[in-house]
């Protein structure tokens, strides 16, 4: 008998930071605000829905090659800065800036779940293939497993590549 695929928790409808950018493929989830005219291109977008305000992201791994665009994207959206990885709040949402060579990315995948709402996003941004400090998307879905989270969906995001994470859901009873 094959294994179960984990069922995901589905965020709710008010969550604003759904998606650093909206690609129009479907990567086996419900792109949600996508109505395919990007024709598969990265939008400068931050999120697929109304703007939010007062939601509380991190943003571990930030470094001067990261995009300023994306940055300021999310930041319009939410409405204030992003917080640093010092903050010992629970936040709605991780925005883990990583490259090769950066150190174990479950570890860092355990610790950004620790300070994550329950209904929380992770999101993964790495070069793109074929950029320096480049990651196989295989690789950031196997140490995402690793750290107990599940691979949700990716985007292409010019000169980075997204990959969200989420907590899987648990076994009804």
Do not use: F, Y
Not at 11 to 27: E, I, N, Q, S
Not at 52 to 65: C, M
Not at 85 to 107: F, H, I, K, N, Y
Not at 131 to 144: N, Q, R, S
């Amino acid at each position: 008998m094959p294994a179960a695929r984990p069922r995901l928790h589905r965020l709710p409808p008010d969550d604003r930071l759904v998606a650093p950018a909206c690609t129009g493929v479907r990567t086996g989830v419900e792109s949600r605000g996508c109505d395919g005219g990007c024709r598969g291109r990265a939008q400068p977008r931050a999120a697929n829905g109304p703007r939010s305000s007062h939601a509380l992201v991190r943003e571990p791994g930030w470094d001067n090659d990261t995009d300023d665009r994306i940055r300021a994207d999310i930041e319009d959206t939410i409405g204030g800065a992003m917080v640093d990885d010092e903050t010992d709040e629970v936040v709605d949402a991780v925005l883990l800036w990583w490259r090769a060579g950066d150190g174990d990315l479950a570890c860092e995948l355990t610790d950004a779940a620790r300070a994550l709402a329950d209904t929380g996003a992770i999101w993964v941004l790495t070069p793109a293939t074929g950029k320096p400090g480049c990651l196989d998307p295989g690789e950031v879905a196997e140490e995402a497993h690793r750290a107990g989270l599940v691979s949700v969906a990716s985007v292409a995001l010019g000169a980075w590549s997204g990959n969200h994470l989420a907590r899987p859901e648990p076994p009804r009873a």
